[in-house]
């Protein structure tokens, strides 16, 4: 059972059911071409929060068997898992910045926050019962996103606005992301245009709570 933090600040709470450290399996399936690259991972997700507006991300994943599906066999020693894929990044609610938020860069706010009860943070929910979110993520192979969506309950939606990629990194065009609280457990699914390819099924999980 998930308990909230009244701690929080009154702008993470339509999201503190994210917080914690988050640990299970999905599945790659992304089809390039004629030819569909599927195989299983392991992931770790932690959602944290440290009293600024905004929840800290990081997710990294591991490969349960090499990329040609081949597992070990039953009389084998279980082969070490192998590093696939990690990300960063931020999450929080869409509103205007005032002189109260910190920044640019590392200047301190002035004056006193506007968000800081319930209703006040109320006052940002839409007319269909939703919140607009912001997210920012990194990719380590030169890839950065920037997602638009809303949070509703216990349920996410987020699309790219803008991404951007260095000059070494592969190609990649734009993403949406699905995240839902479902039986105690975060499910989440992200599709992906890459490669060539227009939008489509890439990678979805599964995943428990563990801390």
């Known amino acids: 059972m998930f308990e909230l933090d009244t701690t929080l600040p009154a702008e993470i709470v339509p999201l503190s059911w994210l917080l914690g450290i988050w640990e299970g399996s999905g599945i790659v399936a992304y089809k390039v071409g004629d030819e569909t690259r599927e195989y299983e991972f392991g992931q770790r997700v932690a959602f ?42 931020y999450w929080r609610l869409a509103r205007p910045l005032g002189d109260a938020d910190a920044g640019p860069g590392m200047l301190p706010g002035l004056g006193e926050p506007v968000f800081t009860t319930a209703d006040e943070v109320e006052s940002l929910r839409t007319a269909d019962g939703a919140f607009e979110l912001e997210v920012s993520i990194i990719h380590p192979g030169g890839v950065s996103e920037l997602y638009l969506g809303e949070v509703k309950g216990p349920r996410i939606d987020l699309a790219t606005d803008a991404v951007v990629r260095t000059a070494s990194a592969k190609e990649y065009a734009a993403a949406t992301r699905l995240y839902g609280l479902v039986d105690d457990h975060l499910l989440w699914a992200w599709d992906i245009a890459a490669l060539g390819q227009e939008l489509r099924t890439h990678a979805s999980g599964r995943l428990a709570r563990i801390e």
């Open 48 to 89: 944290t929060q440290d009293g600024t507006p905004h929840v800290q991300y990081s997710s990294s994943t591991w490969l349960f068997a090499d990329p040609e599906g081949d597992a070990a066999p039953d009389d084998a020693l279980a082969p070490v898992p192998t590093p696939l894929f990690s990300e960063i990044g």
